[in-house]
Structure formats: C-alpha cells, structure tokens
C-alpha cells in the first residue's frame, strides 16, 4: 500500500497492539509544515483536510476516533538509513512515543 493509498481512506483501521483504531474525519489533522516535504506529498493531504502546523515529532499527526493521539513519521529509504547510522532515528522515535499514543514510522522506496 503507498501513502496515497493510505490517505484515500475514509476510514483507516490497523490492529496496532492488538488494538484497532478509527480516525474521525471531523477533528484536527495536521501535517509537518517545515516544508521539507514534496508537494506532491503534501497536496493530496491538504485535499484531505489535513492543516500545516510545526510538529515538534512526525510528519502527520491526528486523533483516531475514541480520541488516542496518532503520530507518523515518513521517510525514503536512503533518510532512514542515514537516520538510523547518524542516531537521529532514535531520538525522533523517542520523541514520538512521548507525544503520541500509537506511533508508525512508514518508510517509502524500494530497498535494493
């Protein structure tokens, strides 16, 4: 499944920890808005509803609907990897288990 994908859904369910969540489309949806991310990213979240904040952790952010805090963080292969040898990974991941109830890291690309 490709981002695109994922965001198209009008309702998204994952069994996370066992747990299964909802997102409401009605609340709050933000999206990181350092600009550090393409349009052709952007865009079809803002479609969406999704509103650019500065996120202090991830790259997109919502409550699913019983009100639990979900938090992504989206990277391309080649950011992963030098996240993870410089140790930023970590930190970010870290950052993010502290402010989100559910936390993703999706990674996107083809890993050869």
Not at 67 to 83: C, H, N, P, R, T
């Amino acid at each position: 499944m490709t981002w695109r994908n994922f965001w198209d859904a009008r309702t998204m369910r994952s069994g996370l920890e066992g747990k299964s969540w909802s997102v409401n489309l009605l609340t709050p949806r933000y999206i990181d808005g350092s600009g550090e991310h393409p349009e052709d990213y952007v865009y079809p979240l803002e479609r969406a509803g999704f509103v650019k904040k500065h996120l202090s952790a991830g790259d997109v952010t919502f409550p699913e609907s019983g009100g639990a805090s979900v938090g992504i963080e989206i990277k391309k292969v080649y950011q992963f990897l030098d996240d993870m040898a410089s140790g930023q990974l970590v930190n970010q991941c870290r950052r993010m288990r502290e402010l989100y109830e559910f936390s993703i890291l999706m990674i996107e690309g083809q890993f050869v």
